[in-house]
């Protein structure tokens, strides 16, 4: 059996089969149109869904365990406001409830939070 290893998501899994790989950090601005959260043995956090400002038509999943984030992540969502993520593509996201991603995934490590003009 593989030896077993915690990667920065909250996800546990063998390290000799798979490797979740973050790109560099990159920002993104956009909405948020769902958020979602996990209470699960194998992850702890939450997933939302954003729709990018500067490529219009484009969604992307955002992962987080970070309290903090996820607040912010939940007032942009019920605001409706801008948001700008700091964030690392993985090139094997975890799916905390199985199945796959149809959007790109990312890790995030930073939100801010714009106001209304």
Do not use: C
Request: charged letters at 15%; aromatic letters at 6%; a positive charge.
């Amino acid at each position: 059996m593989a030896a077993r290893k915690q990667i920065p998501t909250g996800v546990s899994r063998p390290t000799s089969r798979r490797h979740t790989r973050l790109s560099p950090t990159t920002e993104l601005f956009g909405h948020v149109t769902l958020v979602e959260g996990y209470a699960l043995p194998a992850y702890h956090g939450i997933h939302a869904l954003i729709t990018l400002r500067d490529t219009p038509g484009k969604t992307i999943a955002v992962l987080t365990t970070q309290i903090r984030l996820q607040a912010l992540l939940e007032a942009a969502l019920s605001t409706g406001n801008l948001v700008d993520v700091y964030a690392q593509l993985l090139s094997n996201p975890p799916t905390p409830r199985g199945g796959s991603w149809n959007v790109e995934v990312y890790a995030i490590d930073g939100v801010i939070l714009y106001s209304s003009p």
